[in-house]
């Protein structure tokens, strides 16, 4: 099993950056693909970006390609996303997630996921 623990949200103005992270504990981390969603207020949870095991590659939302990068560091079972150009749409609660695997036509999906963490507040003020 693993826990995922979120930290480093926060409020920031619009066109700043912010990074934050999300730690997992268990010796099993580098096996799992990984994901971050956020919800904003009156609306679903959304997929933002994922991160594949084996060979590291990534997969973004529309709404945030090349404005965030996913990160995963194995060798201290933690991963972080940086976020920049932030708007104020972006505003949210963030959340990492692991999935034991997943298909990869289908990490937007949040039944893929085993794993969530608690989740963080990201505000971008306009």
């Known amino acids: 099993q693993l826990q995922l623990v979120e930290s480093g949200g926060g409020l920031v103005q619009a066109g700043g950056s912010l990074r934050f992270f999300c730690a997992a504990s268990?010796?099993?981390?580098?096996?799992?693909?990984m994901g971050w969603f956020r919800q904003a207020p009156g609306k679903e949870r959304e997929f933002v970006a994922a991160?594949?095991?084996?060979?590291?590659?990534?997969r973004y939302a529309d709404s945030v390609e090349s404005r965030f990068t996913f990160v995963r560091d194995n060798t201290k079972n933690t991963m972080y996303l940086q976020m920049n150009s932030l708007k104020p749409e972006d505003t949210a609660v963030y959340y990492c997630?692991?999935?034991?695997?997943?298909?990869?036509?289908?990490?937007?999906?949040?039944?893929?996921?085993?794993?969530w963490g608690q989740g963080t507040q990201v505000t971008v003020s306009s």
């Open positions: 268990g010796r099993t981390f580098r096996k799992h693909d």
């Open positions: 997630a692991a999935a034991v695997t997943f298909r990869w036509n289908r990490v937007e999906e949040e039944k893929e996921y085993d794993y």
């Open positions: 991160i594949i095991s084996s060979d590291g590659s990534t």
